[in-house]
T-cell receptor, first 114, second 114 residues
């Protein structure tokens, strides 16, 4: 079974540009979650998508947005990049409505804003 | 709201020492509890979980017991190895409502010396 795949692995952008990060969940998983892991900090919840709908978002400005496609893959967009957006962005997937299931995480996209 | 408070790190131990990483939580309702591990340069992996009070999760010699009366889920291992060096995250997930995403603690860096 293929795991959660994220692309690209690394991304370098200039302040003010836009970044697009992609995530493919495990087959059969309909929920996708995005987290930001800044250096020295824990995981901050960004967005949750399920069945193509945004179910919840964390305490991030609107320039962080995303979507989920019919095949359940997902995209995270970060507009007007700022230096403090530099972080590891982790995607995870799970089955819907099963709280005792853990998530399966991808290896992340390392975004560097210069 | 839901939150997880985790023992501050970093923690440095000698090989074969006993490990305890404290974790307490605040949650509405009855959460499922998890420990995740992140090895250098990788995403998070589920280490163990417990879904109801008094459940004990265990894996790879690690254990944690869901204590509802003390709202705790402390991680323990009787004899650590160098290969256990990683960052450990405690997390919770509630079963209903819009905030069903995993909520993580801040992580504890563990280094095991030979």
């Amino acid at each position: 079974e293929a795991g959660v795949t994220q692309s690209p692995t690394h991304l370098i952008k200039t302040r003010g540009q836009q970044a697009t990060l992609r995530c493919s969940p495990i087959s059969g998983h309909t929920s996708v979650y995005w987290y930001q892991q800044a250096l020295g900090l824990g995981l901050q919840f960004l967005l949750w998508y399920d069945e193509g709908e945004e179910r919840n978002r964390g305490n991030f400005p609107p320039r962080f947005s995303g979507r989920q496609f019919p095949n359940y893959s997902s995209e995270l967009n970060v507009n007007a990049l700022e230096l403090e957006d530099s972080a590891l962005y982790l995607c995870a997937s799970s089955r819907t409505g099963a709280p005792d299931y853990g998530y399966t995480f991808g290896s992340g996209t390392r975004l560097t804003v210069v | 709201g839901n939150s997880v408070t985790q023992m501050e790190g970093p923690v440095t131990l000698s090989e074969e020492a006993f490990l305890t990483i404290n974790c307490t939580y605040t949650a509405t309702g009855y959460p499922s509890l998890f420990w995740y591990v992140q090895y250098p340069g990788e995403g998070l992996q589920l280490l163990l979980k417990a879904t109801k009070a008094d459940d004990k999760g265990s894996n790879k010699g690690f254990e944690a017991t869901y204590r509802k009366e003390t709202t705790s889920f402390h991680l323990e291992k009787g004899s650590v190895q160098v290969s256990d060096s990683a960052v450990y995250f405690c997390a919770l997930r509630i079963s209903s409502g819009s905030a069903r995403q995993l909520t993580f603690g801040s992580g504890t860096q563990l280094t095991v010396l030979p």
